[in-house]
Each structure stands twice: as structure tokens, then as C-alpha cells.
């Protein structure tokens, strides 16, 4: 199995590494990985890609590669150059630093990557590890994501369910922010809403009298509904949920034909 792997995070990321000893288990010793992440963090730029700019590309090592761009190109950078054309056959997003559950997910260069992955028409799954008391202090706050991970991954492909064009299936996995051995299992569940819970901007003036902004996020722990990903992690469960890049609202095209017909 050929794995390419990214993130948003940056290529000297600790989650990277994570997801690198991941993949290995996942691909075995007649596999192939292939690390193409950001050269430095790129959190929250979603599906951005480098269209009206050249994104440089420089080689680390062995399979490991560097983009001045984002998560999203570096899945183009990896495809088109690095393996010359070829399609890996599962592109890995993560390990992610914090959750991308619910509103997360709309912002997330993690999430991005493994969108235009499935754009792409490859196998992708975006990973990230939730933080919070339980885990921020241990030695390895990734702990579920390395001792699970790979167990994760392979039931996603177990199942098979990748759907079919113009929109494949990709998959989002966040594991809940508790060390490895206090991980109850996994649940399939939608995205979820955190209520109340958004980004905000807030000025500050430099001491040379110009304003700046500082965007800031909402809290993490708060249950987003009944059967969806945050409210399953807080509660020591692996989310595992499963998207497509169509945005459309389809619930609401009847009556908007109806009303604008």
C-alpha cells in the first residue's frame, strides 16, 4: 500500500510523526509512505490552495517533502510531482493538534487536505486529537491517536464505503482527549454544532499606536447534540464521521423551488 501523508500542523509537527509510525503499521513492510506537509503551521486556512501564487517544494529526506503553501496543496504537490501522477492509495491528513469536531471542521486545513484528497478521487481520512485535562500533561498527549489509530483506519477500509462521483466520501476521526487506555471505542456520528461557540476577532493597539487583530476561538468541551462527534469525545469516544464536499442543502430545495419557482 502506497500512503501520502500531510497536515496542517507543519511538516516538524509531533503529530506528524504520529501519523507517520501510524501509516508505517497500516502499509507494512512492503508499503510505501510519503510525507508532503506545510514547511510551517497552516491551522485554519480550510480548502485554500495556492492558485494565484507558485508554492515552492523542497525535499527533507527519504519520502518526505516540504510545501511553502497549504494542507491542500501539499495532497496536489504529493500527487502531481512527488509520485509523479500516481494515486497513493490512502491519503492521511494528522495527526491534528486539538479536535476538528463540529464548527472545527469548516475551518480546518486538516479537514481540507483530506477534501481535496477525496476530490482528487483517492481514499482520505482526516485525524486529529482532541486536548483537554485528561491528556495535556501526560508525556505523549497523542496517546489515543498511536495506540488506536491504526485499528481506526483499518475498519474504515474494512467497510468499504467510499460512495461514488462527482462527490466521494472522505472521513473525519477525532479521538477523544483521554490517554489510550481510557478510550471507551469508536462511534459513528455526525458533525456536530457546539451552541454558542464561534470565532471572534479582538483589536489590540501596538505601542506605535496601529491596531491589530487577534481571532479568537470559543471552548472546546461543549457538547454539540445528541449522536455527534464532540459530545461522543468529550464522553471518551473516537468519532469517526463520515463527509462529502457537496454543500448543497438539500433539505431545502423543495421549498425554495416551491417559493422562488
Known amino acids: 500500500m502506497r500512503i501520502l501523508i500531510t497536515n496542517d500542523d507543519g511538516i516538524d509537527a509531533p503529530g506528524i510523526k504520529i501519523m507517520e509510525a501510524v501509516a508505517n503499521e497500516i502499509a507494512g513492510a512492503a508499503g510505501e509512505v510519503w510525507v508532503v506537509a506545510p514547511s510551517f503551521e497552516r491551522s485554519g486556512v480550510g480548502h485554500c490552495v495556492s492558485y494565484t501564487n507558485p508554492a515552492r517544494i523542497a525535499e527533507r529526506g527519504p519520502r518526505r517533502f516540504e510545501v511553502e503553501g497549504f494542507p491542500a496543496d501539499c495532497v496536489l504537490a504529493g500527487i502531481y510531482d512527488v509520485l509523479g501522477g500516481a494515486q497513493p492509495d ?97 462511534r459513528v456520528v455526525a458533525q456536530g454544532r457546539r451552541p454558542g461557540v464561534r470565532f471572534s476577532a479582538n483589536p489590540h493597539e501596538a505601542p506605535n499606536g496601529r491596531k491589530y487583530l487577534w481571532i479568537g476561538g470559543g471552548a472546546q468541551a461543549v457538547e454539540s447534540g445528541p449522536d455527534t462527534d464532540c459530545t461522543v469525545n468529550i464522553a471518551g469516544y473516537t468519532s469517526v464521521t463520515p463527509m462529502r ?10 421549498a425554495l423551488k416551491a417559493t422562488l419557482g
Open 245 to 254: 464536499c457537496d454543500l448543497t442543502a438539500h433539505d431545502a430545495l423543495d
Open 90 to 186: 490512502l491519503i492521511l491528513s494528522g495527526v491534528n493538534r486539538g479536535n476538528n469536531s463540529a464548527e472545527n471542521t469548516l475551518y480546518s486545513g486538516t479537514i481540507g487536505a483530506a477534501m481535496e484528497g477525496a476530490l482528487q478521487g483517492c481514499k482520505a481520512i482526516a485525524l486529529s486529537q482532541f486536548y483537554g485535562p485528561a491528556n495535556n500533561a501526560i508525556e505523549n498527549p497523542f496517546d489515543a491517536a498511536a495506540q488506536t489509530g491504526a485499528q481506526v483506519i483499518r475498519d474504515i477500509l474494512a467497510a468499504d464505503s467510499w460512495g461514488a462521483d462527482p462527490y466521494p466520501i472522505f472521513y473525519n476521526v477525532n479521538f477523544p482527549p483521554v490517554p489510550a487506555a481510557q478510550v471507551k471505542g469508536t
